[in-house]
Each structure stands twice: as C-alpha cells, then as structure tokens.
DNA sequence: CATTAGCACTCTGTTACTTCGAGTGCTAAA
DNA sequence: TTTAGCACTCGAAGTAACAGAGTGCTAATG
C-alpha cells in the first residue's frame, strides 16, 4: 500500500466530507499538498477502488469513500486539530457553570453537540455495573397493601407497590427486610437473576408462602434498576441529509432504548461506529460518534453524536472528546457523590 | 345553503379519502347516490369553494376538501357505519385476554390501532384530577441523607432522595411527616403549588430551618406526580404520507411528552382534531382522533390515532370508540383497582 | 328557473430528444 | 513511473410535444 495512495484517499474523504460531492482526479490535483498530476491520481484511485477503499456511483462520476475508506481514514488517516481556547470557552459556556445538577450538564452538553455539529446528540446512563443493593424497606400504605422500596450504593431508589393475601405483623417485616438484606447486598445490581429469585422463593416458602409477591416485587424492581435510558436530541436534523433513511431514522426514536446497547462498549475513549458495519446498529450509512464519561472513577454514561456516514470527523471528535472530558472532571469534583460507605453507615 | 350541495361535499370527502386525488366533477356524477349531471356539480362544487369547503390545487384539477370542509363532513355529514361482529372479535383478540395487565393493555390497543389504521398511534394516561396525596414517608438511608416518599390516592409512589445538613432523630421525622400529612392530605394533586410549599418552608422554619430540603424534594415529587406521559407507536407511518412535513414529525416524536395537553380535552367522546386548527398542536396537515378510557368511573387516559388530514375518519372512528370503550369496561371491572379507602384503612 | 349538453381553454405530468459537462480509462510520449 | 491528450460514457438539465383531466361559460331544454 502505497504512501501516496494513502494520501489521495484522506483528500478524497476531506473534500467529499466538505462538498458532498463524489470527488474527481481533478479536484484532488489542485490541493495544495498534492503534487502530481490528475491522471496519476486517476491510476491510484482505480486502484483505491480495487482494494474497496472507493467507490464510484456510477462510471464517469466521481469516487465516493466505502465503509472500509471511512474506516481506515478514521483509524489511521485522520488528523485532529486541537480545539482552540476559544472554542473550548465556548462549550464551558454552553455547559453551564460548576453548580449545574448532573441532569441538566448532560442535556446541555447534547444541546450543545446538536448545535454545534448539527447532527442528532443521543446520551445513554451506564449500566450499573458496580452498584450493589444496599437497603430494603417494606413499607405499609393500606389493607394488604405494601411498598417496596430497593435503594442502591450509586443512590439510586426503586419502588413498587405490592398487593399480599395477608396482612404482615412488624415482625414478619423485619425478617423480610433482613432475610432479603442478607441474600441481596453486596451483590451487584448486574448480576441479580431470576434463578436467585426463585430460590429466594422457594427457601421463604417454607417459613410463610404468602411472601412471594414481595420477592416477585424485588425482582422486577432489580430489573428496572438494570434499565438504561437513552435519549435523542435533535432528531430532526437526521432527516435533512438525504443519505439516512428517515423510516429508520424515526424507528429510531421511537425505539432508542432498545439501543442503548450500542453505545456501551467495553473499551473508553472516542468511538466511531457506522450503522451498516454492525448488524446491531438501526441506522444504515449512519455513524456513531460516542465517548464516556465519568464519575468519582467509574463510568456513568455516553455522550455522542449519530450524523450521516459523511460528516466532519475532525470537527466532531474534538467536540465530544472535550465534552466528555469536562463532564467527568465536573462530576467528579467535590460535589455530593453518593458512595457505598455513606449510603451504609 | 343547498342539501345537494352538503351531499356532493360529502361526496367529495369521501372519494378524496379513497383515491388521495383530487376529485373532479365527473367522479362525482358517476356515483350511485348522486343523480345529477357533472356540470350541475361544477356549478356546486364552484359555490362549496366559495364557501370555503373546497379548493383546487391549481386550475383544471379536482377539488379537495379545505379543513373547513373536513370540519364540517366530520361534524355534520358523515355516516359512521357499525363495526362487525368479525371486526370486533378481532379488536378484542388483539387486546389480549382480561387477566392482560393494564399497560400491556393499552400498548396491544395502540399496537392494533397502527396496524389497522396505517397510522401513528399515540396514548396519554390522565392528568391525575382526582387523586390526593394520602401519605408522606422519609426514611434514612444514610449520613444526613433521607428517601421521602409520596404516595396518591390512586396508587401511585414516587420518592427521591434528599440531603439533610444534619441528621433528624424519630421525633422529628414523625413530626414532620405528621405535619407534612397534615397539610397535604386531601389536596387534589392538580392544586398543589409552590406557593403552598413556600407557606410551608416559611411555617417550619420557626422550627427548624433545615427541614426546607425536605420541603423542597416533596414540592419536586409533587411535580413528578403531575407529570403526564404520551406514548407515540408506529411514527414511521407518518413519514409515508407526503402532506406532514416529515421535520414536524420527526420533532413531535422526539419531543412527545410537550404534547399531552392536547390529548385531554374537557368532554368526553371521540373527538377529531387538526394540526392547523388548533394553533398547539405540531404536526400541521395532521389530524388527531382521540378518545378516553375510563377506570371505575374516572378519566384514566386517552388513546388515539395521529394521521394526515385525508384519512378514513368512517373506519378509525369506530375502531377507537370500540377500544376505548372495551378498554374502560376491562379496567372497571372486578380487577384490582386502588381506591382510596383501602389506602388508607 | 334550475338543469344539462357542448365546447373551448387551461394546466399538469409524461415522454422523447437534445445538449452539456464532468470524469473516466487508455494510449503514447516524456 | 509519471504525464498529457483524447475518445468515450453517463447523468443532469433543458425543451418540445402531447395526452388527459377538469374547468368555466354559453346556449339549449323541460
């Protein structure tokens, strides 16, 4: 693989990003830091096209990037500027300021991207990977009528009501709420499962049958709690460029929490997904562009941008890198964390 | 203003809502029902667009119907045939068994209400008119740090966690939760204001001023208390029909729940809404066709269908009376269903 | 006087044809 | 190996012609 090709297919990506135009030798010829001549750019990217790095719409068109372009132009090619003081002054801004609730710093910082990028911004609660079940409660509210209320060591508080055949005396409560304690804390949220339920089930049935829409309560409070939320913002904006299909492009939406998946990954760090490279992802010829933040050390969610296929890697990916960044250190700093030993004492 | 005339208006709707063309005054004449010849029906249709019922696309196309004239076909002209016994049984198949549990219920009457209309479905529960607050709770769950839960008449808990700037012993817990109930219980939901919390903070302060927060998380879950939830289903049906701009529809599902007002109206019973009659709703060229359920007797949601204006008001009319109705008759029966006696005994 | 038949007119959508230009691949020269 | 030149291809855009549907108006009819 030629030095030179390499070259060629990174001002092929830049101009089309640019101009949305299939992009020709001539085009390429007249940058400024490429010295050779059209029809010696008009070998390399047939060859470009050989290797499916291209791809022409049709003959006597210019060539467009294919998936397997955009990807190692992305992973190799690409250089990011640094985002000047300016900018990054600018986002500060647009973030809020030190006071704002966590709440309300995400959903700036993807009103923010949605202005700036003039792309959708779609964020995603991290999975409770390392919560534990730290407090039951069971709670009367009326005849046979119980709350149950589950509260865990990231501070997050679940509740249901439960409907029981009897009424339960103080006593039954308390070994409820310990037997139920006992099983239940230390145990991370993710791992809960049905089987331990069951056996929950099975080894209170002995001591008092009625006890089991308690448990079947817990267990399905332990699956809200598993649940993640994703939101979209600037969903419009994905139907203006006419390389998205809007019926997915709308399925989307309305289906997103269907999606958080893709935008947990193993690994930190800016990702850049494409919709068709994965099977998983609903949006053909879309990108995903995605990092994490964090906070107090763990990872507390995603924030990231969903734009066509073609769109301004270089401008993007500083933006989100930033806002990641920012996020984490805000959230991290010394506001009120919630962590395990308070939430216990 | 003419019988015929209010026929062949009819009659124009209705080949309209069949074909998606314009219809011309020869379609008109070949129909059964009408007896007259094609130019009497020019002069006709000539006055209904005078009127302001009708309008032509461009010179030398049929007429369409003006949302005047929808207006006045669905007020006045319609004829809104029975459903089937074979429909019905349908319908009650896609609704799921009685023992079906509520949500479920409406998401099958939504998911049978896209299929069988093409169209997007949207539902909203009620704003709780009715319920009051029938108990306050505040449980410690760590340092300083304090879970309060409310809990309505009809059932419905929410809770959120709080931060004290010292710890409260039993006796203060009780007597605020005392105070708290005092205050509150009997309240209507819908009245409670922050100029009430205010009074309230102000009156607790005398006795102790850290209590505010508290006062403060109550006044929040009081909000979340009244907040409404609208469901879209099958959006991308909308994006097929090329009178909605396609933007529109793209930023109503994305922001759905700033919508809910329109879907609870005062009366009950069907009603047909258009995007541009009513200058609150998103989506213009749209046309909303709504109802409520009820449960034991009271308002519990609306459940409807969001289409282009042209649609077949005859067919989806039916089929939402039929649900809505079916709906309230399941939910009002001997199910569980809270009430506040048994809340609070 | 309301209704109808007839007719000239208007406007759109479609098809066929042409032209234009950008871009290519190939060949031959540097 | 690179470059200049050239014939070729293909889509986009523009034009003309045409068919068809529908209208408004006028004059005739019961």
Redesign the pocket.
Do not use: F, L, W, Y
């Given at each position: 693989m030629?030095d030179?090709k390499l070259k060629i297919l990174a001002a092929v990506v830049d101009e089309y990003v640019r101009t949305g135009?299939?992009?020709?030798?001539?085009?390429?010829?007249k940058l400024e830091h490429i010295?050779?001549?059209?029809?010696?750019?008009?070998?390399?990217?047939?060859a470009l096209?050989q290797m499916g790095y291209l791809e022409?719409?049709?003959?006597?068109?210019?060539?467009i990037p294919t998936f397997m372009g955009y990807r190692l132009y992305i992973d190799e090619l690409m250089t990011l500027p640094e985002l000047s003081d300016d900018e990054k002054l600018r986002l500060d801004e647009m973030l809020g300021d030190e006071n704002t609730n966590e709440e309300l710093l995400i959903q700036n910082a993807a009103a923010a991207l949605t202005e700036l990028t003039q792309c959708a911004a779609v964020t995603v609660n991290s999975a409770p990977r390392f919560s534990v079940i730290s407090k039951v409660e069971v709670i009367p509210t009326g005849k046979r009528l119980y709350v149950i209320l589950l509260i865990t060591s990231s501070g997050n508080i679940k509740n249901k009501s439960c409907r029981l055949e009897f009424d339960l005396n103080h006593e039954q409560i308390e070994f409820f709420t310990h037997y139920i304690e006992e099983n239940l804390s230390g145990v991370s949220v993710e791992e809960l499962s049905d089987e331990m339920f069951d056996k929950m089930v099975a080894a209170l049935s002995t001591y008092m049958v009625s006890l089991s829409p308690l448990v079947k309560g817990i267990c399905e409070l332990s699956e809200d709690l598993r649940h993640q939320e994703l939101t979209v913002r600037g969903g419009e904006k994905l139907l203006s460029c006419d390389d998205l299909d809007k019926m997915e492009v709308v399925r989307f939406i309305e289906h997103k929490n269907e999606f958080t998946g893709i935008l947990e990954d193993a690994f930190s760090g800016i990702q850049v997904k494409f919709g068709s490279e994965s099977g998983s992802f609903a949006i053909g010829n879309s990108s995903l562009i995605v990092s994490k933040y964090r906070k107090g050390g763990r990872e507390a969610g995603s924030l990231g941008v969903i734009g066509p296929m073609r769109v301004d890697y270089r401008k993007i990916i500083p933006y989100v890198d930033y806002l990641t960044q920012k996020i984490s250190s805000i959230m991290s700093g010394s506001d009120d964390d919630y962590d395990t030993d308070e939430i216990n004492p």
């Open positions: 030629d030179r135009e299939p992009v020709g030798s001539k085009a390429i010829s010295n050779v001549s059209a029809a010696t750019i008009r070998n390399d990217m047939a096209e022409q719409p049709h003959t006597s068109a210019g060539r």
